[in-house]
Nanobody
Framework: QLQLVESGGGLVQPGGSLRLSCAASGFTLEYYAIGWFRQAPGKEREGVSCISSSGGRTNYLDSVKGRFTISRDNAKNTVYLQMNSLKPEDTGVYYC?????WGQGTQVTVSS
């Protein structure tokens, strides 16, 4: 079965860090660009970051530049999102995406 599974979310205080993972099953991830999206309560889903198939090119939402880093390990069929200096406005459900595939999402809550 073809699927993407996110993990690594949780509850952190402002200024804390989380590392999200997106693991692919049923297909080889290395051929595809991957995006991370998030959806905050009451808001539409927005793109956070994306990475090319080779990992050579990345892009970020302006509000997360300098704080988030996207990376991939094609040997592990996994894409990561390292999130540092987290802010309350980073709260939401984070999803990874490839073409028509979406993961189930992982909850990130930044609160004191």
């Amino acid at each position: 079965q073809l699927q993407l599974v996110e993990s690594g979310g949780g509850l952190v205080q402002p200024g804390g860090s989380l590392r999200l993972s997106c693991a692919a099953s049923g297909f080889t991830l290395e051929y595809y660009a991957i995006g991370w999206f998030r959806q905050a309560p009451g808001k539409e889903r927005e793109g956070v970051s994306c990475i090319s198939s080779s990992g050579g090119r990345t892009n970020y939402l302006d509000s997360v530049k300098g704080r988030f880093t996207i990376s991939r390990d094609n040997a592990k069929n996994t894409v990561y999102l390292q999130m540092n200096s987290l802010k309350p406005e980073d709260t939401g459900v984070y999803y990874c995406h490839m073409r028509t595939y979406w993961g189930q999402g992982t909850q990130v809550t930044v609160s004191s």
